[in-house]
């Protein structure tokens, strides 16, 4: 391993068959379809998944019809400066708390909750995580952020109404990560790439992301 290499803190989720996801999403099949254990020529599986699932990415037609899907993403929205802000209210990402760290038009922001070190260490899907208040995310629109990451499955609650923070950021045209593991970060400034894959049209799709700390 290179100095580079350990530069770079993954902050994505590990996919795996039978992980969690959300309730009403397809589950995760991982499966070998040819094993070299079973006479096989290689070993090969078949994926079957949402593509909302783990660390992914939300495209503008998740909730608006008609609008751009992950393939017409600017790779400038997620490759670039990246700032992780930490959260210290246990229930809710609000607008004051957001204030206080004088967001910028542009800017990719990502926000680290007791979701990163919680919600991923539990084996079900977890209903009470952190999530982004309605006034939150007005104030994200308000304020022209670029890009935003949040450390569960949802920018909006499990018991919230979450299609409207996802109307009210993909309007704006706001670029959403959902699923990072940020428990290996803290709060500052850094390098970000986050790649979903180039799936036609679709409202979302999984991605592999990675920080490196800005000296
Ligand atoms: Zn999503």
């Given at each position: 391993m290179t100095d580079d290499d350990e530069a770079w803190i993954d902050v994505s989720v590990t996919v795996r068959h039978g992980m969690p996801h959300w309730p009403d999403n397809p589950p995760i099949v991982m499966q070998r379809a040819m094993e070299l254990a079973r006479g096989h020529a290689c070993n090969l599986s078949h994926l079957a998944m949402?593509?909302?699932?783990?660390t992914h990415m939300d495209a503008p037609v998740h909730f608006i019809h008609q609008a751009a899907g992950v393939d017409q993403m600017p790779l400038t929205a997620t490759m670039g400066p990246a700032r992780v802000i930490e959260i210290t209210d246990p229930r809710e990402i609000t607008a004051d708390e957001l204030r206080e760290h004088r967001l910028q038009a542009g800017e990719r922001v990502l926000f680290r909750t007791?979701?990163?070190?919680?919600?991923?260490?539990?084996?079900r899907f977890v209903e009470d995580f952190v999530y982004i208040s309605e006034p939150a995310a007005e104030y994200l629109a308000e304020t022209r952020v670029r890009t935003v990451g949040v450390d569960y499955l949802s920018v909006g609650g499990y018991h919230a109404d979450g299609a409207k923070i996802h109307r009210i950021l993909l309007t704006a045209g706001i670029w959403i990560i959902e699923g990072l593991d940020l428990s290996a970060v803290r709060a500052g400034r850094y390098d970000m790439i986050c790649l979903p894959v180039k799936?036609?049209?679709?409202d979302g799709a999984p991605a592999r992301a990675v920080l490196r700390p800005i000296a």
């Amino acid at each position: 391993m290179t100095d580079d290499d350990e530069a770079w803190i993954d902050v994505s989720v590990t996919v795996r068959h039978g992980m969690p996801h959300w309730p009403d999403n397809p589950p995760i099949v991982m499966q070998r379809a040819m094993e070299l254990a079973r006479g096989h020529a290689c070993n090969l599986s078949h994926l079957a998944m949402g593509v909302h699932t783990g660390t992914h990415m939300d495209a503008p037609v998740h909730f608006i019809h008609q609008a751009a899907g992950v393939d017409q993403m600017p790779l400038t929205a997620t490759m670039g400066p990246a700032r992780v802000i930490e959260i210290t209210d246990p229930r809710e990402i609000t607008a004051d708390e957001l204030r206080e760290h004088r967001l910028q038009a542009g800017e990719r922001v990502l926000f680290r909750t007791s979701n990163s070190p919680r919600c991923w260490q539990a084996d079900r899907f977890v209903e009470d995580f952190v999530y982004i208040s309605e006034p939150a995310a007005e104030y994200l629109a308000e304020t022209r952020v670029r890009t935003v990451g949040v450390d569960y499955l949802s920018v909006g609650g499990y018991h919230a109404d979450g299609a409207k923070i996802h109307r009210i950021l993909l309007t704006a045209g706001i670029w959403i990560i959902e699923g990072l593991d940020l428990s290996a970060v803290r709060a500052g400034r850094y390098d970000m790439i986050c790649l979903p894959v180039k799936l036609h049209g679709s409202d979302g799709a999984p991605a592999r992301a990675v920080l490196r700390p800005i000296a």
